[in-house]
């Protein structure tokens, strides 16, 4: 009877263990430590094989108590609970602090294990459909705000845990424009949480414009008269950096503040697509026009950066982020900086956020979300107000405190002192970050449209149309503006059709 229980307790181990490793599904912290419990009983099935062998022996009491404490910790990995949390801050430095941030929580709570998984903006929906299609979605995802309305849409996020989520953070403390821009119009729940943020504008040469007498770049004639004028003072090659790229979404990002500055929208208030109209043909026309005085393309938001960087072009559109690349020089592929054609290039900067066009302005900026999806364990909730709560929350932040604007109320002033690199800016340049989401205006935020067009201006954005408009006219020349506005009509006509019968 002794030795059977002992090969029963045995036996249950190695199935334990089995299972537990089926289930970890290759990979991980979990995986490592299930390898070595499975090296000691591996063991310690040898040795109590030996021992039985030996004819009228009696098992060691030792060997059975250690077998008891293996099952106890091997059951504690069973109720393991973890939380994939999908992240597109997926520079290195970045996930390490996600990673430290993580290991806190699951210091205080080491039943979790949260696995931080690194992803590529552009890559998101591709990612997302392949995990709908395995039926393997993450717990947690960190995404931009234009993927929120398509994803709601498709029914595959948690909007009662990002309900439950922004409760137990405190309803109060959000920025009201966040919470605004989360907002599903048919359910009237929050559809993600807010997490954080950045505000684009056009950044210029305030000495040259001084110098020569041009107005600040904010409507489109004044821009169109600088691009025209800029180049040949002060060495400066082009007037603009422009995103002419048809594979970025960078051409869209400036684009929409431009259609916006026109009163030009995707749908009107009747739900009709009206990407062909007359405000729309204008904003394309203005766009592309500037080509003439800019960087030679195609180009993207790299591009325009370092030719503003370098000395060669007098204005860009760009978000905050720029801020500390003008105090140091951004980052090479190749390794170092840039080396910026002055050292006092910051200050020498201005800062132009609002736009006005013929019918109306704009501002733009990205709101970053933290989605919670269908299926995720409850304890993702607890995860997200982890990382959004003081010390946490302010060391994301503090990553790279130019382009991570807080929505929260209460973590604004730690922000504000967060960089050294905020000295080299006026405290009307950072007011103006600050309250940045007050008067953010994006397609994806007008009150009226219902759930289906907000997800249609998701896909117009996801699947690059507007950045394949623009080169068409403005680089490859096969389309004027008209032509490429009623491609644009047929293009968002035929995306409209798909998530209606969908």
Same mark, same amino acid.
Request: proline share 5%.
């Given at each position: 009877?002794?030795?059977?229980?002992?090969?029963?307790?045995?036996?249950?181990?190695?199935?334990?263990?089995?299972?537990?490793?089926?289930?970890?599904?290759?990979?991980?912290?979990?995986?490592?430590?299930?390898?070595?419990?499975?090296?000691?009983?591996?063991?310690?099935?040898?040795?109590?094989?030996?021992?039985?062998?030996?004819?009228?022996?009696?098992?060691?009491?030792?060997?059975?108590?250690?077998?008891?404490?293996?099952?106890?910790?091997?059951?504690?990995?069973?109720?393991?609970?973890?939380?994939?949390?999908?992240?597109?801050?997926?520079?290195?430095?970045?996930?390490?602090?996600?990673?430290?941030?993580?290991?806190?929580?699951?210091?205080?709570?080491?039943?979790?294990?949260?696995?931080?998984?690194?992803?590529?903006?552009?890559?998101?929906?591709?990612?997302?459909?392949?995990?709908?299609?395995?039926?393997?979605?993450?717990?947690?995802?960190?995404?931009?705000?234009?993927?929120?309305?398509?994803?709601?849409?498709?029914?595959?996020?948690?909007?009662?845990?990002?309900?439950?989520?922004?409760?137990?953070?405190?309803?109060?403390?959000?920025?009201?424009?966040?919470?605004?821009?989360?907002?599903?119009?048919?359910?009237?729940?929050?559809?993600?949480?807010?997490?954080?943020?950045?505000?684009?504008?056009?950044?210029?040469?305030?000495?040259?414009?001084?110098?020569?007498?041009?107005?600040?770049?904010?409507?489109?004639?004044?821009?169109?008269?600088?691009?025209?004028?800029?180049?040949?003072?002060?060495?400066?090659?082009?007037?603009?950096?422009?995103?002419?790229?048809?594979?970025?979404?960078?051409?869209?990002?400036?684009?929409?503040?431009?259609?916006?500055?026109? *009163?030009?929208?995707?749908? %009107? @208030?009747? +739900? $009709? =697509?009206?990407?062909?109209?007359?405000?729309?043909? !204008?904003?394309?026309? &203005?766009?592309?026009?500037?080509?003439?005085?800019?960087?030679?393309?195609?180009?993207?938001?790299?591009?325009?950066?370092?030719?503003?960087?370098?000395?060669?072009?007098?204005?860009?559109?760009?978000?905050?982020?720029?801020?500390?690349?003008?105090? *140091?020089?951004?980052?090479? %592929? @190749?390794? +170092? $900086? =840039?080396?910026?054609?002055?050292?006092?290039?910051? !200050?020498?900067?201005? &800062?132009?956020?609002?736009?006005?066009?013929?019918?109306?302005?704009?501002?733009?900026?990205?709101?970053?979300?933290?989605?919670?999806?269908?299926?995720?364990?409850?304890?993702?909730?607890?995860?997200?107000?982890?990382?959004?709560?003081?010390?946490?929350?302010?060391?994301?932040?503090?990553?790279?405190?130019?382009?991570?604007?807080?929505?929260?109320?209460?973590?604004?002033?730690?922000?504000?002192?967060?960089?050294?690199?905020?000295?080299?800016?006026?405290?009307?340049?950072?007011?103006?970050?600050?309250?940045?989401?007050?008067?953010?205006?994006?397609?994806?935020?007008?009150?009226?449209?219902?759930?289906?067009?907000?997800?249609?201006?998701?896909?117009?954005?996801?699947?690059?149309?507007?950045?394949?408009?623009?080169?068409?006219?403005?680089?490859?020349?096969?389309?004027?503006?008209?032509?490429?506005?009623?491609?644009?009509?047929?293009?968002?006509?035929?995306?409209?059709?798909?998530?209606?019968?969908?």
């Amino acid at each position: 009877m002794f030795k059977r229980k002992k090969l029963y307790l045995v036996f249950s181990i190695l199935i334990a263990v089995s299972m537990l490793l089926a289930s970890c599904g290759g990979g991980g912290e979990a995986d490592a430590q299930v390898s070595a419990l499975e090296a000691q009983i591996a063991a310690l099935q040898d040795q109590l094989d030996a021992a039985m062998e030996e004819a009228g022996s009696e098992v060691d009491e030792g060997l059975t108590a250690e077998m008891e404490a293996l099952q106890s910790q091997l059951a504690a990995m069973q109720d393991r609970t973890v939380v994939e949390f999908w992240t597109t801050d997926n520079e290195e430095d970045r996930v390490q602090m996600y990673e430290t941030v993580a290991a806190r929580y699951m210091e205080l709570h080491p039943e979790v294990e949260i696995r931080i998984v690194p992803i590529e903006e552009a890559g998101v929906s591709q990612r997302i459909s392949t995990a709908v299609a395995a039926n393997r979605l993450p717990d947690i995802v960190r995404m931009g705000i234009e993927r929120v309305a398509s994803f709601a849409a498709d029914g595959i996020l948690d909007e009662d845990a990002a309900e439950a989520t922004i409760a137990a953070i405190g309803t109060d403390d959000f920025r009201a424009g966040p919470l605004q821009m989360v907002t599903n119009p048919e359910t009237g729940k929050y559809s993600a949480i807010p997490f954080d943020g950045w505000i684009q504008a056009i950044w210029y040469r305030q000495d040259v414009f001084d110098e020569v007498g041009l107005a600040a770049p904010i409507t489109w004639e004044d821009i169109t008269t600088a691009c025209e004028t800029l180049p040949g003072n002060d060495d400066l090659l082009y007037g603009i950096g422009l995103g002419t790229d048809p594979g970025q979404n960078y051409g869209h990002q400036v684009f929409e503040q431009v259609a916006i500055s026109n *009163d030009a929208w995707p749908f %009107d @208030a009747e +739900g $009709n =697509v009206t990407m062909n109209t007359p405000e729309m043909i !204008a904003a394309l026309d &203005f766009y592309t026009g500037l080509q003439d005085c800019a960087l030679p393309g195609p180009q993207y938001w790299r591009g325009s950066r370092e030719a503003y960087e370098y000395g060669q072009s007098g204005m860009l559109f760009y978000s905050t982020y720029i801020m500390d690349d003008l105090v *140091d020089g951004s980052g090479l %592929d @190749a390794g +170092g $900086n =840039v080396e910026l054609a002055y050292a006092d290039l910051a !200050a020498r900067t201005g &800062f132009a956020p609002a736009m006005e066009g013929p019918n109306g302005s704009a501002s733009y900026g990205q709101l970053v979300t933290l989605g919670i999806m269908q299926g995720a364990d409850p304890v993702a909730q607890d995860v997200v107000q982890f990382f959004m709560t003081g010390e946490n929350y302010q060391d994301i932040l503090a990553l790279a405190p130019f382009g991570k604007v807080p929505v929260l109320e209460s973590a604004v002033e730690d922000w504000g002192s967060a960089s050294d690199y905020f000295a080299n800016y006026p405290p009307e340049t950072l007011a103006a970050i600050a309250a940045g989401y007050d008067s953010m205006q994006r397609w994806l935020f007008r009150p009226d449209y219902d759930a289906t067009q907000r997800a249609v201006v998701g896909d117009i954005e996801g699947r690059l149309l507007i950045p394949k408009a623009i080169s068409n006219v403005a680089i490859e020349g096969s389309m004027t503006p008209e032509q490429a506005a009623e491609w644009l009509q047929e293009q968002v006509e035929i995306l409209l059709a798909e998530r209606a019968e969908g």
